[in-house]
T-cell receptor, first 112, second 114 residues
Framework: SQKIEQNSEALNIQEGKTATLTCNYT??????LQWYRQDPGRGPVFLLL?????KEKRKERLKVTFDTTLKQSLFHITASQPADSATYLC???????????FGTGTQLKVEL | KAGVTQTPRYLIKTRGQQVTLSCSPI?????VSWYQQTPGQGLQFLFE???????NKGNFPGRFSGRQFSNSRSEMNVSTLELGDSALYLC?????????????FGPGTRLTVL
Protein backbone atom coordinates (compact mmCIF):
# COMPACT_ATOMS: atom_id res chain seq x y z
CA SER A 1 0.00 0.00 0.00
CA GLN A 2 1.03 3.61 -0.41
CA LYS A 3 2.34 5.27 2.70
CA ILE A 4 4.05 8.48 3.76
CA GLU A 5 5.68 8.25 7.16
CA GLN A 6 7.40 10.88 9.23
CA ASN A 7 9.82 10.26 12.05
CA SER A 8 8.47 9.92 15.56
CA GLU A 9 5.45 11.69 16.85
CA ALA A 10 7.40 14.34 18.74
CA LEU A 11 10.88 15.78 18.55
CA ASN A 12 12.28 17.89 21.38
CA ILE A 13 15.44 19.89 20.81
CA GLN A 14 17.28 22.76 22.46
CA GLU A 15 17.19 26.28 21.13
CA GLY A 16 20.02 26.96 18.71
CA LYS A 17 20.38 23.34 17.60
CA THR A 18 19.46 21.96 14.18
CA ALA A 19 16.22 20.04 13.95
CA THR A 20 16.08 17.27 11.35
CA LEU A 21 12.75 15.78 10.35
CA THR A 22 12.33 12.78 8.09
CA CYS A 23 9.73 11.93 5.50
CA ASN A 24 9.73 8.44 3.97
CA TYR A 25 7.36 7.28 1.29
CA THR A 26 6.64 3.95 -0.35
CA UNK A 27 4.98 3.06 -3.62
CA UNK A 28 5.00 6.59 -4.92
CA UNK A 29 7.15 8.21 -7.58
CA UNK A 30 6.49 11.87 -6.90
CA UNK A 31 7.80 14.61 -9.11
CA UNK A 32 7.42 17.11 -6.28
CA LEU A 33 7.39 17.06 -2.51
CA GLN A 34 6.19 19.82 -0.21
CA TRP A 35 6.68 20.70 3.44
CA TYR A 36 4.09 22.48 5.55
CA ARG A 37 3.96 23.85 9.06
CA GLN A 38 0.82 23.58 11.16
CA ASP A 39 0.15 25.34 14.44
CA PRO A 40 -2.58 24.14 16.82
CA GLY A 41 -6.06 25.09 15.65
CA ARG A 42 -4.82 26.44 12.32
CA GLY A 43 -4.52 25.22 8.77
CA PRO A 44 -1.15 24.11 7.35
CA VAL A 45 1.11 26.80 5.93
CA PHE A 46 3.25 26.04 2.88
CA LEU A 47 7.00 26.24 3.49
CA LEU A 48 8.94 24.68 0.62
CA LEU A 49 8.52 22.65 -2.55
CA UNK A 50 11.32 20.51 -3.96
CA UNK A 51 11.36 18.86 -7.36
CA UNK A 52 12.67 15.37 -8.07
CA UNK A 53 15.63 16.75 -10.00
CA UNK A 54 16.62 19.05 -7.12
CA LYS A 55 18.76 17.44 -4.47
CA GLU A 56 18.52 20.33 -2.04
CA LYS A 57 16.57 23.52 -1.53
CA ARG A 58 17.07 26.29 1.01
CA LYS A 59 14.97 29.13 2.35
CA GLU A 60 16.42 31.20 5.18
CA ARG A 61 17.00 28.75 8.07
CA LEU A 62 15.20 25.92 6.30
CA LYS A 63 16.79 23.25 4.13
CA VAL A 64 15.09 20.36 2.37
CA THR A 65 16.71 17.40 0.62
CA PHE A 66 15.02 14.93 -1.66
CA ASP A 67 16.48 11.49 -2.40
CA THR A 68 14.27 9.67 -4.90
CA THR A 69 16.42 6.53 -4.65
CA LEU A 70 15.94 6.25 -0.90
CA LYS A 71 12.39 7.61 -1.25
CA GLN A 72 13.15 10.07 1.50
CA SER A 73 13.11 13.78 2.19
CA LEU A 74 14.89 15.46 5.09
CA PHE A 75 13.78 18.81 6.49
CA HIS A 76 16.28 20.81 8.52
CA ILE A 77 15.74 23.89 10.64
CA THR A 78 19.04 25.45 11.66
CA ALA A 79 19.51 27.70 14.70
CA SER A 80 16.09 26.59 15.93
CA GLN A 81 13.97 28.91 18.05
CA PRO A 82 11.00 28.31 20.36
CA ALA A 83 8.84 29.98 17.68
CA ASP A 84 9.68 27.05 15.39
CA SER A 85 7.66 24.76 17.67
CA ALA A 86 4.84 23.33 15.55
CA THR A 87 3.83 20.24 13.63
CA TYR A 88 5.60 19.78 10.31
CA LEU A 89 4.01 17.84 7.50
CA CYS A 90 5.41 16.54 4.26
CA UNK A 91 3.09 16.07 1.33
CA UNK A 92 3.17 14.56 -2.13
CA UNK A 93 1.03 15.19 -5.17
CA UNK A 94 -0.48 11.77 -5.74
CA UNK A 95 -3.10 12.44 -8.35
CA UNK A 96 -3.98 14.88 -11.04
CA UNK A 97 -4.40 18.49 -10.18
CA UNK A 98 -3.89 19.48 -6.59
CA UNK A 99 -4.53 16.22 -4.76
CA UNK A 100 -2.06 16.13 -1.89
CA UNK A 101 -1.34 13.13 0.28
CA PHE A 102 0.10 14.15 3.63
CA GLY A 103 2.48 12.38 5.93
CA THR A 104 1.68 11.64 9.53
CA GLY A 105 3.40 14.80 10.76
CA THR A 106 6.16 15.42 13.29
CA GLN A 107 5.56 17.62 16.30
CA LEU A 108 8.64 19.72 16.99
CA LYS A 109 9.22 21.41 20.31
CA VAL A 110 12.16 23.77 20.71
CA GLU A 111 13.06 24.32 24.34
CA LEU A 112 15.00 27.20 25.88
CA LYS B 1 -5.17 40.18 0.02
CA ALA B 2 -7.56 38.31 2.28
CA GLY B 3 -6.75 34.69 2.98
CA VAL B 4 -8.95 31.63 2.67
CA THR B 5 -11.98 31.94 4.89
CA GLN B 6 -14.12 29.14 6.21
CA THR B 7 -17.47 29.31 7.93
CA PRO B 8 -18.53 28.38 10.44
CA ARG B 9 -15.40 27.91 12.54
CA TYR B 10 -17.08 25.58 14.99
CA LEU B 11 -20.11 23.36 14.65
CA ILE B 12 -21.84 20.84 16.88
CA LYS B 13 -24.28 18.38 15.35
CA THR B 14 -25.92 15.12 16.35
CA ARG B 15 -25.76 11.78 14.60
CA GLY B 16 -28.01 11.51 11.58
CA GLN B 17 -28.07 15.23 10.86
CA GLN B 18 -26.48 16.83 7.85
CA VAL B 19 -24.08 19.75 7.68
CA THR B 20 -22.87 22.24 5.08
CA LEU B 21 -19.49 23.93 5.36
CA SER B 22 -18.43 26.92 3.32
CA CYS B 23 -15.08 28.03 1.91
CA SER B 24 -14.17 31.30 0.23
CA PRO B 25 -10.85 31.04 -1.61
CA ILE B 26 -8.32 33.79 -2.08
CA UNK B 27 -9.52 36.23 -4.71
CA UNK B 28 -8.53 34.99 -8.16
CA UNK B 29 -7.92 31.41 -7.08
CA UNK B 30 -9.86 28.88 -9.10
CA UNK B 31 -8.95 25.62 -7.41
CA VAL B 32 -10.46 24.62 -4.08
CA SER B 33 -9.61 21.41 -2.25
CA TRP B 34 -11.12 19.96 0.91
CA TYR B 35 -9.36 17.87 3.54
CA GLN B 36 -10.42 16.10 6.71
CA GLN B 37 -8.02 16.07 9.65
CA THR B 38 -8.38 13.70 12.60
CA PRO B 39 -5.87 12.63 15.26
CA GLY B 40 -6.02 9.03 14.07
CA GLN B 41 -5.94 9.42 10.30
CA GLY B 42 -4.17 12.73 9.90
CA LEU B 43 -4.91 14.93 6.92
CA GLN B 44 -6.90 13.17 4.22
CA PHE B 45 -7.94 14.51 0.84
CA LEU B 46 -11.68 14.71 0.26
CA PHE B 47 -12.09 16.35 -3.15
CA GLU B 48 -10.95 19.17 -5.39
CA UNK B 49 -12.92 21.56 -7.55
CA UNK B 50 -11.63 23.64 -10.41
CA UNK B 51 -13.86 25.96 -12.42
CA UNK B 52 -16.98 24.41 -10.89
CA UNK B 53 -15.96 20.86 -11.83
CA UNK B 54 -14.86 18.15 -9.45
CA UNK B 55 -11.37 17.13 -10.61
CA ASN B 56 -10.31 14.70 -7.92
CA LYS B 57 -11.99 12.68 -5.24
CA GLY B 58 -10.57 10.91 -2.22
CA ASN B 59 -11.69 7.65 -0.62
CA PHE B 60 -14.68 8.88 1.31
CA PRO B 61 -18.25 7.57 1.22
CA GLY B 62 -20.91 9.22 -0.88
CA ARG B 63 -22.24 11.00 2.21
CA PHE B 64 -19.49 13.52 1.57
CA SER B 65 -20.19 15.80 -1.34
CA GLY B 66 -19.23 19.22 -2.52
CA ARG B 67 -19.72 21.85 -5.12
CA GLN B 68 -18.12 25.00 -6.41
CA PHE B 69 -19.85 28.13 -7.57
CA SER B 70 -18.99 30.44 -10.44
CA ASN B 71 -17.24 32.84 -8.05
CA SER B 72 -15.01 29.92 -6.93
CA ARG B 73 -16.58 29.71 -3.49
CA SER B 74 -17.11 26.12 -2.44
CA GLU B 75 -19.31 24.20 -0.10
CA MET B 76 -19.06 20.69 1.21
CA ASN B 77 -21.93 18.71 2.61
CA VAL B 78 -21.96 15.71 4.88
CA SER B 79 -25.23 13.85 5.21
CA THR B 80 -26.31 11.34 7.85
CA LEU B 81 -23.54 12.35 10.21
CA GLU B 82 -21.67 9.68 12.16
CA LEU B 83 -19.58 10.06 15.29
CA GLY B 84 -16.47 9.36 13.22
CA ASP B 85 -17.11 12.45 11.11
CA SER B 86 -15.93 14.61 14.01
CA ALA B 87 -12.87 16.33 12.61
CA LEU B 88 -11.27 19.53 11.47
CA TYR B 89 -12.32 20.21 7.89
CA LEU B 90 -9.81 22.26 5.96
CA CYS B 91 -10.21 24.04 2.69
CA UNK B 92 -7.26 25.01 0.50
CA UNK B 93 -7.16 27.21 -2.56
CA UNK B 94 -4.63 27.68 -5.31
CA UNK B 95 -4.39 29.89 -8.34
CA UNK B 96 -4.38 27.23 -10.99
CA UNK B 97 -4.46 23.48 -11.06
CA UNK B 98 -0.95 22.20 -11.17
CA UNK B 99 1.38 20.27 -8.97
CA UNK B 100 3.72 23.18 -8.34
CA UNK B 101 1.03 25.58 -7.25
CA UNK B 102 1.17 26.68 -3.65
CA UNK B 103 -1.93 25.71 -1.73
CA UNK B 104 -3.23 28.14 0.85
CA PHE B 105 -5.21 26.63 3.68
CA GLY B 106 -8.00 28.22 5.64
CA PRO B 107 -8.32 27.98 9.43
CA GLY B 108 -10.72 25.07 9.20
CA THR B 109 -14.14 24.22 10.55
CA ARG B 110 -14.13 22.11 13.70
CA LEU B 111 -17.11 19.72 13.48
CA THR B 112 -18.19 17.77 16.53
CA VAL B 113 -20.79 15.04 16.12
CA LEU B 114 -22.55 13.96 19.31
Amino acid sequence: SQKIEQNSEALNIQEGKTATLTCNYTNYSPAYLQWYRQDPGRGPVFLLLIRENEKEKRKERLKVTFDTTLKQSLFHITASQPADSATYLCALFTGGGNKLTFGTGTQLKVEL
Amino acid sequence: KAGVTQTPRYLIKTRGQQVTLSCSPISGHRSVSWYQQTPGQGLQFLFEYFSETQRNKGNFPGRFSGRQFSNSRSEMNVSTLELGDSALYLCASSLLQGSTDTQYFGPGTRLTVL
